[in-house]
Each structure stands twice: as C-alpha cells, then as structure tokens.
C-alpha cells in the first residue's frame, strides 16, 4: 500500500514563495516517477511538474517553467516542488502522485495511480 501526504501549504502573497512537499510510504518509490499536479476550483486536474525516479530528468507545465523546481530525495521517500514568484494564478490545490509504469515522464493524470490528499495554495494579498 502506497500512501503519498503533502505539506507546505499556505496563503502567500503574490511575489512570494513556498516549497511543497510529499512523504511517500512504499518501497518502490524509488523506483517511480513522481509528479505534481494542481486543481482549481471549476477547473479540471493539470499537469504542473514531473521527475524521473533518479532524478535526472524534469518536465514543467510552460506556466510554470522558470518559477517552479521539482525534486527529490529518494533516501527520505520525499519529492518537493518549489514555488517561487507566485502569481494568482497558481492558486489551486495541488497533488503529488505516483506513475507505477516504469516509462517516460508523462504528463497526463490517468498515467499517475497513486495520489495525495492535497494541500491548498492561495496566493492573494
């Protein structure tokens, strides 16, 4: 059983930042690519970031490319996103998960099988 918990949450000014981060219980988590995802409220679930299992490769939503840093540290079973310049926009409730395939990194949500429960983001002055 795999169990992936966010934290870092929060209300942040526009301009500021915040660092994201997902503990996951599991042994083959570092054998697995990790993404980020984020849902805003009316919208559906989008693709933010994604890692490689090694770490080695990253992809970005164009949105967010330059602003955001994903990684991970296999040893502590965690993955992180760090957010800087946030905008209004990225206002969401943003979910890590896991891709069991053992491909490429995929951006779509169905490749992904395990999910967080979520934390919020509100960017707002």
């Known amino acids: 059983q795999v169990q992936l918990v966010e934290s870092g949450g929060g209300l942040v000014q526009p301009g500021g930042s915040l660092r994201l981060s997902c503990a996951a219980s599991?042994?083959?988590?570092?054998?697995?690519?990790m993404g980020w995802f984020r849902q805003a409220p009316g919208k559906e679930r989008e693709f933010v970031a994604a890692i490689t299992w090694g770490g080695g490769y990253t992809s970005y939503q164009a949105s967010v490319k330059g602003r955001f840093t994903i990684s991970r540290d296999n040893a502590k079973n965690t993955v992180y996103l760090q957010m800087n310049m946030l905008k209004s926009e990225d206002t969401a409730v943003y979910f890590c998960?896991?891709?069991?395939?053992?491909?490429?990194?995929?951006?779509?949500?169905?490749?992904?099988?395990?999910w967080g429960q979520g934390t919020q983001v509100t960017v707002s002055s």
């Open positions: 599991g042994r083959m988590f570092s054998s697995d690519n």
């Open positions: 998960a896991e891709d069991r395939r053992n491909q490429g990194i995929s951006t779509l949500v169905s490749s992904y099988v395990y």
